[in-house]
């Protein structure tokens, strides 16, 4: 089998040291093991060969990219084969008389928008990993980021796919027009699937031009409620800030303590707006802040302020991973939720995550999109402490309950992968899940896309 | 077997002389023939109850909107229940603090529009058709119009949809958050199905803050290579107007021949164009003044002379018509296609169907969105004869093989129904055709929701 599969993509690891470094993404609390090997294809055609020794042997695929995952999705199984899209990583066409452009799955998100920058133009959805996350998993994904709330998510940006089906056949969907209604939308199917449905070799965007410089401003506020009755207000306002973070009391001193930036850490909560409309940003910007209410707000005064904001901002990451170590030592561990609910739910929903914190005595600090309604809550732990690791499990299941009570879903942008699996049945229903059971059935018959993640194989799956 | 669907739904047509009416959409050419009987559904309930009846007893069911489709998807056969949607017409839900709306699908776009003005929020998508077309059509067609080349397709605003599966059991998928990433993207998975994938019977609708009035020009061209030109110098110029219409010099002497509008019937090409970007339209609009090089340019100098240029553009289809009866009489017909090209194939495009009408002798009358790649040659028949026909079939034929020659897609945003059947299988190839066929199957293995349309019935269907 190894022979067959090196025959298929010379470049197959095996080697138990190497395997090891390709067991996991980077969610903490779920399973992964070292996996039978790990294949680096250079082409799909090299996937395709791979995919159908997989198909003959019954062997589990496990797709991967850059590995910066926050749902476990991409974790391997000890019986599996992981195909690394990261060799995959050409840029095969940039077409700027029709804003598009081709790239194999492994592109990393900040070089395809290097790649495009010369032309004037840019590729908007930027997750918070866009520096080292590849375009395969953006799209298997369908990854969001901080200027969603104007741009939109990587499914609005998606025209064509190349996928590898699990027989280890080559399907090309979507298109390279503006619009096209010929069958079915299959892209989009595959967007967002996680890897459970074919491997995704090659990927058509569609470009926009480049933004213009934004104006930011950053807004304090006495209670989480005033914030979010501020997001409200700039919705109802008919403003579409290009940017609207929020930032509660936790996050912010965690920032703080992390990176030093004179923030007020006595204030409740923080929004980060950002207005890029040209020659009317000032005034957007102004009615931005009018929004805010008794809010103290701070406008960004050059390039340079603003770049300190956002990059306070996306500091968020280690600033969580600094606060768990320094306050658990070795032990220490971030679990990085994700939930979005109606906009207008915003402030019941970080109200909620802060009495769920309370109550179940975890440190939980909250950042995110909130002009999508779409929050991380990121809940700290002790993973060497059972009870902390039990308590911080009741506050994310808790999270959960609160999103899906408040009209929202259990994932904005993270994915479902394994550590949401459960709780993607719950807001599926029996209808929803049947459903996805038929189609990945219809897709995968025998069970050996990336089994296990998104939904629980079916009971008389072969796999 | 009428007793049950009568049990289901109250409102049931089996009169012969009503079915007539519901036989058949806008399409020529296309197959059709009186209904068994057709449901006039007030309720997603009864809805569901209809589909048990036919899923026991086998019954093709035909979903129907307004019937204003272009692709025979609509089409009625004698076995069949058509399932008419119009009766529910109920708007549930506009929220204006989360900008969705919720509807039933009968509802007419314009009248969702309509309903959502006062809040100063607007549903974008605006096919030809939109005051009388429904919601539940628009999103089963993935419907398009003219603002699509700044505001996108149908599909950008579906969030959540209500779906009666081939069993009766009623799906609720998507959501009402504005992102969501929980499992497989079922929602847009139906937008564009044409009802073989099961009855949409509610949408949430995304709603943007209405836009700002537009400045509106006409440019009148030599050749419609310099059209083609000029949209492909707006887009690199990096412009997004909110209208780019194309008019070739058939349609546009078939404009003035149906209310002359004083334009210039000498011209090769015409575009419209409009710029809604507030304080800088006016500059917008100068800046593609200039895109359009020689052309003479008319900029609408009052919002009284932009709704008089747009009125031209919307009456192309009357104006066909009109066309088609003073050229042939009762037998003059209008063959309405759609292709969709990448932007920068548009003037071989267009010349390309030029050249088609001459070497067939048709007549042929190009108009449609620029902006998108995506244009609507129309092909004037007399249907009572034989030669006529013949030689309109051709036309369109070259047509479809042209547009997916330059790169394109075989339907831009009028869908597939019965017309382009043939023609998708081609676009698709046979890995494409096989994954739509697993897709139907897996969602209707019976093969009773709108058969044939689409897709041919697999070999081995039961239906």
Redesign the interface.
Known sequence: MIAELTAACADLVTDPDLLVSYQRDEADLCDSAPPLAVARPRTTEEVAGLLRVAAAHRIPVVPQGARTGLAGGANASANALVVSLTGMDRILDV??????ATVQAGVVNSALREAVREH?LTYPPDPGSWESSTIGGNVA??A?GMC??KY??T??YVLGLTVV?ADG?????G????????????A??F???EGT?GVITEVTVKLR??AEPALTLVAEFPSVAKAGEAV?AI??A?L?PSLLELIDRTMLRALEAYRPMGLDTGVQALLLAAADT???AQADLEKIAQCCGDAEVYVATDAAEADALLTARRNAHPALEHLAATTFGDGGAVVVDDV?????RLADLVEGVERIGERTGVIVATVG?A????LHPNIIIDRTDPASLAAGRRAFDDIMALGLEL??????????GLL?RDW?ER???P??L???H??K???DPHGILNPGK??APAVDSPA
Chains 1, 2 share one sequence.
Do not use: F, M, W
């Not at 298109?175 to 299959?186: M, N, Q």
């Open positions: 077409d700027p008389a029709n804003r598009t004037g994904t369908n969001g969603c709330v939109g998510v499914t609005e089906l056949e080559v399907l090309r969907c298109r390279r027009t503006a619009k096209g209604v010929a069958g079915y939308d299959l989009r199917l967007v967002g699937s449905l031009p480049q409200s919705t109802a008919g579409t040209g020659p009317r979005a609910v109606p906009r207008s999109h002009g999508d309604g779409n009209g929202g879903t259990v994932t904005g942008e993270h994915g479902v949401k993607l807001e599926l229903g209808v929803g049947r459903v996805h038929a189609i059935a219809a897709l998104v939904i």
